[in-house]
């Protein structure tokens, strides 16, 4: 069923052949949260620290060329891979620096900016937002007295758009959406969103954590404004994370964090920045981070996000067969494939989620727990949390059948 061939996969990913707990082996289930890292990416790393180390950006020495040219390698490697211009690309810690990022840039703005807020001014989200694309919006809001809307979710865990019109209205500066759901695997749909958000003179900020790793994504395709994700999520490293934003916008917008390397001139009493994306990378930057998921979207490619993403809709679709048979279980979102990602979060009646997982790491299963980042979902839901198995490039369904066994041996060793 699958157009990957998991076995030669697995293969790249030494924590893979990790042994769990009584000799068992390791099912990985929790590449939401974050994904595994296959060889060349740890390699990569060591290689950039043991033959290229130096600053970047800084020296006129054969090392500080080097790591200049992995780094600056780096990231048009990332610009190819989701379709941008060079100089729209900037290097983060994470994706919610870059969604602070964006909001603090606003927040610094000086009145009579396109990007100041003030009060009545609107900024538009949903119910199925992360925190991390939640949270920085708040206290936007808070600092410059703008509101906070939303567009709640159907029971069926999709957004309701009947409204949209009311919702992005011409009071509207910023409408933040996920692409996929981080809790109920739910895809978006952007082109009614985006169209109505430029319809109103607003702008777009994807949050793509869950898309750029699992299917292909051009943000000129797109339409978008600005888009963030998060480099351990797509096979790389932690510590680094993508801002991108469309070119016109990052050379008016303010900086968010001030420092070397990220000006053009400076006096004792003033400094001027240098251009994007300089300007948004203060402090000698995540060099051996970059050049690892620089390894990571090579990886990828190499792979064809295609097949990631046709191999993904495959498990999906299995998985989703396998829990309907399954007594008292209940999926927090989408029960079909359509517009739906590689996340399947669910309820065992009579066993919280926490112990739901215990259980299933007992079994080598490794799955995630609570409320993901996400409470005012959980609210809406009617839920306290739930339990999440989260696929990727180096699962198949044997991994599925162990975690069917496992709910089913958890509903006995608990005798629900």
Known sequence: MSMLDVASIKKDFPILSKKMRNDGKLIYLDSGATSQKPNIVLEAERRFYSEHNAAVHRGAHLLAEEASEAYEGARAT?????????EEVVFTKSATESINLIAYSFGNSLPGSRFALQPGDRIVLSEM????????????????????????????GRLDLSDIDSIISTKTKIVAITHQSNVLGTINPLEALVKRTHDVGAVFVLDACQSVPHFAVDVKKLGIDFLAFSGHKALGPTGVGIFWGKFEHLQSMEPFLTGGSMIESVTMTDATWAPAPRKFEAGVPNMAQAVGLAAALDYLTKIGMDKVEAHEHALTKYALEKFSTLRDVSIIGPTNTQMRGGVISFTIEGIHPHDAGQVLDQHGIAVRTGHHCAWPLMRKMHVVGTTRASFYIYNDTSDIDALIDGIEYAQKYFKV
């Open 78 to 86: 990332v610009a190819k891979f989701i379709g941008a211009d060079v």
């Open 129 to 156: 937002e992360h925190h991390a694309n939640l949270i920085p919006w708040q206290q936007l809001a808070k600092r410059t007295g703008a509101e906070i809307t939303w567009f709640p979710v159907t029971d069926q």
